[in-house]
């Protein structure tokens, strides 16, 4: 029954080695978003997919990168993590609708030794 | 500049009280306010959301109230019970149909069910 499917829930990772975090979703959402959730504080926006067409925040880092090969996975790349990029890594869906509600996965705690 | 504030990092309330989580916001072209509840190390679960047409929106126990004219919304938790203990985000947004809209969140006020 799970709607925003984040894999894996943990991810630890070297200094500087790539990693890639998974996102699927089953509700056919035309919009997905990664957000980047540091503790206590609000979720920020890094990049949405409407459909195929790519969205960057303008102060997202060029060191994080995302693919979306079909309507149901999104992933989130982030080519050299440094120390400063441990954080909760959200994935959140939308219809594209007007006044949708985003949906939320469970996110991936990344952990940079 | 944040755009929309909660300005009470924590709240407790006693189980079976009413809970009152507070936000403002600043950018007048937000028409759709949610609220959001998170338990540690999950995603947000949306709880309700309210547009900029009504005034007031009830779903069970929580009810989300919207002042337009103060930017104020706040959201009602009666009666309070231990499970709702978690960290509650306000988020709003503007936009249009056919474009992705971007939620702006606050920063989360902690909230304390005591049994």
């Known amino acids: 029954d799970a709607m925003v499917i984040q894999n894996p829930r943990y991810q630890v990772t070297q200094f500087g080695k790539p990693v890639t975090l998974s996102c699927s979703q089953t509700l056919n959402h035309n919009v997905m978003y990664w957000y980047q959730q540091k503790s206590s504080q609000a979720p920020k926006l890094l990049f949405h997919?409407?459909?195929?067409?790519?969205?960057n925040e303008a102060d997202t880092p060029d060191n994080f990168q995302s693919r979306r090969p079909n309507t149901s996975f999104c992933f989130l790349d982030i080519r050299s993590p440094g120390l400063g990029d441990a954080a909760m890594y959200l994935c959140?869906?939308?219809?594209?609708?007007?006044?949708?509600?985003?949906?939320f996965g469970p996110g991936t705690r990344l952990l940079v030794l | 500049d944040q755009q929309v504030k909660q300005n009470s990092p924590s709240l407790s309330v006693q189980e079976g009280r009413i809970s009152i989580l507070n936000c403002d916001y600043t950018?007048?072209?937000?028409?759709?306010f949610l609220w959001y509840k998170k338990y540690p190390a999950e995603g947000p679960t949306f709880l309700i959301s309210?547009?900029?047409?009504?005034d007031k929106n009830e779903d069970g126990r929580f009810t989300v109230f919207l002042n337009k004219s103060a930017k104020h919304l706040s959201l009602h938790i009666v009666p309070s019970q231990p499970g709702d203990s978690a960290v509650y985000f306000c988020?709003?947004?503007?936009?249009?149909?056919?474009?992705?809209?971007?939620?702006?969140f606050g920063s989360g006020t902690q909230l304390t069910v005591l049994p």
């Open positions: 959140a869906t939308s219809s594209g609708e007007f006044q949708e509600t985003q949906y």
């Open positions: 988020a709003a947004s503007s936009g249009y149909s056919g474009s992705a809209r971007q939620l702006t």
């Open positions: 950018n007048s072209m937000f028409d759709y």
């Open positions: 309210i547009s900029s047409i009504k």
């Open positions: 997919y409407y459909d195929k067409d790519f969205n």
